[in-house]
């Protein structure tokens, strides 16, 4: 990017160690940084000076400046440097084609060191990947200094100024809401912060801006937006940090469309606004593909579906309504299901086979059928279970011709569909069926508003409990009620979701009663929002993004850490800073907070 703005010279620089090019051959330049390599030739020596931009070269000679040379001499890598000198053309042998500054180099008439380096624990220079990440982060304010990690949080401004950029000329206003908070609705554990003043009471911080959001609706603020640190404390997993950050979106007097309409043209713009210079950017076109959540469920077994590949899930059941395999009968006399999807013509071995079923079995289904379509049968241990027209009938459904791999698993729903769902994406990325050019971005509309939580005996919110139904709500029947929702998926990871809202109390308190939040607790937690309907509550909706994922997604980073400038372990800890720590006692006994260590060692 040479989207650098010129220098106002100082004692330091006149420009950038990327701009020493054309137009400064034949006059003197001054430049500063880092010393990215050195190198002696023959008396000469040359120094790789480095700052955002890039890298220029610099030649010390002891003949035309013994002073600065001399200090070239003792110059190490990542002492900081000003230098200045004319901008000369090299000679055509040692032009370096892979720098924009390659055709020309700086004759050091004048150094300064303004900054000792120690030796940094790894090479800046390189992206050396036998650096442990522990190492990087540790040290995080070096590796950022490596040109990755600089690309990759250049990216992330780019992505936030385009969406700013985007929802400002939509009318839409930047508002920042609290950081400390009560708990909010999105399910997760809270981080608590003791308060000072009031012993014994805590703020929680965001899990998400959602009810203040709700609230700017209330307060006839329109549109909103805010790029909103949250927080939830949970375990971190691969791609997720306990901290992360939001692109937080909500309108008023909109329906489905609306909302959906104007985030399709967002996302357009921002990745429009990126193409260039980012690692993998999808190409849109409007409007987008959506997908209904029982399609969803019934095609791919996830809310989430990558539709890259084919290897659709099929019912099964109704091919096996009168069989005589009893583990197929029992299942779905049970209320389950036999569901399946054709792998497509391959001979894996035998092992591999295994490998299948004890990879099903630790997703959660008691065993995997595996069979390939021969005739009008099965090749397969199943097969003598099954009569020629149940398998005529399966053959059928799954669409198998000769030679194709079936997979079958028989179970309650929500297990044949993970299960199959997640072995249908294993599998597809084994097989190299998954196109790294293709990208598929599709919304998921038309979502169930609860589920039932067999483990808790409750109703629970797909999304969170202020998402409104589609039409009335019938508090007998939960589990039949529609939502206003949607998610944006883009090749099987989630980028954001959102919802029409419910805008009255006595709606809000109907779905608080059928999630088995009663009126008290209700009123405990969310009356100052209950309060808020009672003053005219616009209809309103909206959406918010994993600005984390979505920048990982576009560097094509391995994990959202690297698009985090400062992030944390996997268990949470900030190894740079050393956080989460311990205290000072008075700090504990001004929050009048006393530790059970017993507790903390037995933990
Ligand atoms: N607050 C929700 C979330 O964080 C998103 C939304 O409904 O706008 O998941």
Known sequence: MSDFPALRANTYRDTWCGQVLEDRVDSEARVAGWVHRTRDHGGLTFVDLRDRTGIVQLVFNPDEAGGAHELAHRLRAEDVLTVSGPVVRRSPDTVNPDLPTGHFELRVREAELLADA?????????????????????????????????????????????MREFLGGEGFYEVETPALTRSTPEGARDFLVPSRQQPGSFYALPQSPQLFKQLLMVAGLERYFQIARCFRDEATRADRQAEFTQLDVEMSFVTVDDVIDVNERLLAHVFDRVR???????????????????????????????????????????????????????????????????????????????????????????????????????????????????LRGLNERLGAEEGDLLLLVADERPVT???????????????????????????????????????????????????????????????????????????????????????????????????????????????????????????????????????????????????????????????????????????????????????????
């Open 118 to 162: 120690e030796t940094p624990p790894f090479e800046i220079e390189g992206y050396a990947g036998d650096v442990t990440e522990d190492v990087r982060l540790r040290h995080r304010y070096l590796d950022l200094r490596r040109e990755r990690m600089r690309e990759a949080l250049a990216l992330r401004h780019r992505v936030t100024a385009a």
């Open 276 to 390: 260039d210079g980012a690692e993998h950017v999808p190409e849109l076109t409007l409007p987008m593909e959506r997908l209904g959540y029982d399609e969803a469920i019934d095609r791919f077994g996830t809310d989430r579906p990558d539709l890259r590949f084919g290897l659709e899930l099929v019912g099964l059941s109704d091919a096996l309504r009168e069989t005589e395999f009893k583990v197929f009968r029992s299942v779905i006399e049970g209320g389950g299901a036999v569901r399946g999807f054709n792998a497509g013509r391959r001979e894996p071995p035998r092992s591999e086979l295994d490998g299948l079923i004890s990879r099903a079995q630790e997703l959660g289904a008691k065993g995997l059928v595996w069979a390939f379509r021969e005739g009008d049968g099965w090749r397969s241990p199943t097969a003598k279970f099954l009569g020629a027209d149940e």
């Open 417 to 603: 569909d993970a299960v199959l769902g997640q072995l249908r994406i294993e599998l597809a990325e084994r097989w190299g069926l998954v196109s790294d050019r293709e990208d598929r971005l599709v919304w998921i509309v038309d979502w169930p508003l609860m589920e039932w939580n067999p483990d808790e005996g409750r109703w629970d919110s797909l999304h969170h409990p202020f998402t409104s139904p589609a039409g009335d709500f019938d508090p007998d029947s939960p589990g039949e009620a529609r939502a206003l929702a949607y998610d944006v998926v883009w090749n099987g990871q989630e980028l954001g979701g959102g919802s029409i809202r419910i805008n009255r109390a006595d709606v809000q308190k109907q779905v608080f009663a059928a999630l088995g939040i009663d009126a008290e607790e209700a009123e405990a937690r969310f009356g100052f929002l209950l309060e808020a309907f009672g003053y005219g509550a616009p209809p309103h909706g909206g959406i918010a993004y994993g600005l984390d994922r979505i920048v990982q997604r576009l560097a094509g980073a391995e994990t959202i850490r690297d698009v985090i400038a400062f992030p944390k372990t996997a268990s949470g800890y900030d190894l740079l800073t050393g956080a989460p720590a311990t205290v000072e006692e008075v700090q504990l006994k001004e929050l009048g907070i006393s530790i059970h260590k017993r507790r903390l060692a037995g933990h």
